[in-house]
């Protein structure tokens, strides 16, 4: 096959990053719950475990907290720990040691030590697995000094980013939508790196910046896709990073199409979308603003069990194409 | 559950825990309710094969004699917190299976109208706090409940069922310690199977048997044999007595094994065929319960297969009334995410 055209899978573009580091680097190891013989629960760590044994692939007890905490320890004196997360929301059960100890361990120590730690965080709706088990809370994360904060959202940043926030010597914690796991893109041969804390423009566009993140800039590029035909021409800025994040992207961007329509998964207030709004209001780009800003986001309340709900629960390519021209048509 | 007469109990001296202690009927009730479990299940996974429910679920297909044995000396009112794997407890602890059916559908009929579906399960009118979707999140709540229980002088005793993986949360070691030092009616039921998903307790967890936990909190801890429904039904009466007396908390363990995958995405590739065809031939609750039944004379193959023939019946009807049950409304979307003021 054209090495310049190989696809893989999302997840097999995570699973390659992490054995090309791997191989790299002795420091690197894997620990998780099921990410053995199991191959992880979405089959990200796959047969790893057979490539690399179990001192490397280290399947944990069912414990979070504690696990999150000896990745932490081993990140400090000299190992470079992939933690990977069930599920996101389980985060809920680490965030001691993310939040407490991982995040402020070099700053509370005077810049003594770092932690180098990298955290796997399956996130999203979308399976029907209901309240706890579909939650987007990286913003919970995002608001931590300390920790970085990343959702890529194509199989080639996948590989990129991870092999970045493996070599970035602060912790990185990854937030991966479930519903991309499957989705299949150009990935390269080899190591290489995207940076983090750098947006990507996924399409110019002139009349409207949709600044979204994770799945929703697949969804929002589909939305683009689809007003072509009316004329609208929408520029979608792939966040990618939510901390630290890239003002001068959405900036520029928004100086250029004097309109911001916000697309996440994560609960729309208190959130990333809150967050992009005031950095554009907070800048010179608020005295080109034609419209009010626009955010789409989830609804208040947990994912719901019930397909039809769970679907209304979070912004789709219809909500978007709504939004977006009403924006641009000054409909309010 | 009332006793049996003196009479009977005589006559039964030699026999096992519970044909000394149950009515001939009660014992009845007891097969068919694991009956009911087992095609429950068996109906929750065609229907899912056939895409009629989404999502994933947990079957507890070869755990029967444990959530019934646990639930047998439970009064109505007394409460359980379930797990992942929650569809016999909630069985065991009175719920009707239309209504389970219907929540699996995501009906506004179903016990958590459409929201919760498998993981969330409850029928907190029959005591059923709820299934979990978080490994040992319901121990420090049977805790709190349990608490309630004392301060409230409700006289409830409450049961806490969760998994051999569950062990190794900060939460079961937490909710433990509190339970006995406030020596609360609360009683820990590790349903231990042998896996937390693929992973074997022997590589999970330090010690060879879970109720040995039970020492460093300084409450009795008991091993049963989770699939002969007696044995678990004893170790839960005595339990429970110890809770109503106000003398505090026990663990029990409850060794058992599930025939099915942990989930609809499992391979099995962590266990051997012959492992798992050995305890299905060889060690089934069911069969072993309904073999007791028949040899000490309490059923005959008529009242075997009468109660098979209604247990299909109510799998049949159940399925048909989630069916024909209606789905919420999408205005609905955000009902229930606070209490609803009048
Ligand atoms: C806090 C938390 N961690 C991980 C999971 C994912 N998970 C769901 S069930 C399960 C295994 C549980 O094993 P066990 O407690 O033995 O119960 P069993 O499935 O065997 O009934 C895991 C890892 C979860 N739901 N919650
Ligand atoms: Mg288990």
Known sequence: MDAAVRELSYAQAIQEAMAIAMDMDERVFLMGEDIGVYGGAFQVTGDLVERYGTDRVIDTPISELGGAGVAVGAAVTGMRPIFEFQFSDFATLGMEQIVNQAAKMRFMLGGEVSVPVVMRFPAGSGTGAAAQHSQSLEAW????????????????DAKGMLLAAIADPDPVMIF????LYKMKGHVPEGHYTVPIGKAEIRREGRDLTIVATSIMVQKALDAAAALEGEGIDIE??????????????????VKKTSRLLCVYEAVKTLGIGAEVSALVAESEAFDYLDAPIVRLGGAETPIPYNPDLEKATVPQVPDIITAARDLVKGVR | MAGASKAVVDSRANLPFVYRQYSPEQLRQVLHKMYLIRRFEEGAEECYMRGLIHGTMHLSIGQEASAMGICMPLAEDDQITSTHRGHGHCIAKGAEVSRMFAEFFG???????????????ADVAKGNLGANGIVAGGIPIAVGAALSSKRMKTGKVVVSFFGDGANNEGAFHEALNMAAIWKLPVIFVCENNGYGMSTSTARSTAVKNIAERAAAYSMPGVIVNGNIFSEVAEASFKAVERARAGEGPTLIESKTYRHRGHSKSDRNRYRTKEEIEDWMANRDPITLFETELRDFGFIDDQGIQAIRDAVAKEIADGIEFAKASPAPEIATLQNYVYTEHA
């Open chain 1, 141 to 156: 994360l995002g608001h931590v000094p300390g920790l970085k904060v990343i959702q890529p959202v194509t199989p080639h």
């Open chain 1, 176 to 179: 991966e939508h479930k519903l």
């Open chain 1, 236 to 253: 979608v800025v792939d966040l990618r990073t939510i901390r630290p994040i890239d003002r001068q992207t959405i900036i520029d961007s």
């Open chain 2, 107 to 121: 009906k506004t009929t179903g016990y958590c109208k459409g929201r919760g579906g498998s993981m969330h399960i």
